[in-house]
């Protein structure tokens, strides 16, 4: 019985092993300090970490109409 509970656990790790599988890809600009990585950004200004982190007021602008418009939807259904 000891050997039929050891081979199921066995079994059941070897069965998780093949359905868990990832692949690791590091290219030479993965890195968040590499030289690539500010080219790669295009929020990033020429130099280093300067508006780095600013969003577009535009972008914020969208947003947040979508948010009034969902708010008053909300509030149509809920006075039916």
């Not at 968040?32 to 080219?39: E, I, M, Q």
């Not at 577009?56 to 939807?73: F, T």
């Amino acid at each position: 019985m000891d050997n039929m509970k050891l081979f199921s656990v066995l079994l059941i790790c070897a069965a998780l092993m093949l359905a868990c599988e990832a692949q690791l890809t590091f290219t030479p600009a993965w890195g968040k300090r590499s030289p690539g990585s500010l080219t790669m950004n295009p929020l990033a200004s020429s130099t280093y970490g300067q508006d780095a982190c600013k969003t577009p007021v535009d972008s914020l602008l969208v947003i947040y109409r979508m948010i009034q418009a969902e708010a008053q939807k909300i509030v149509d259904c809920s006075q039916k």
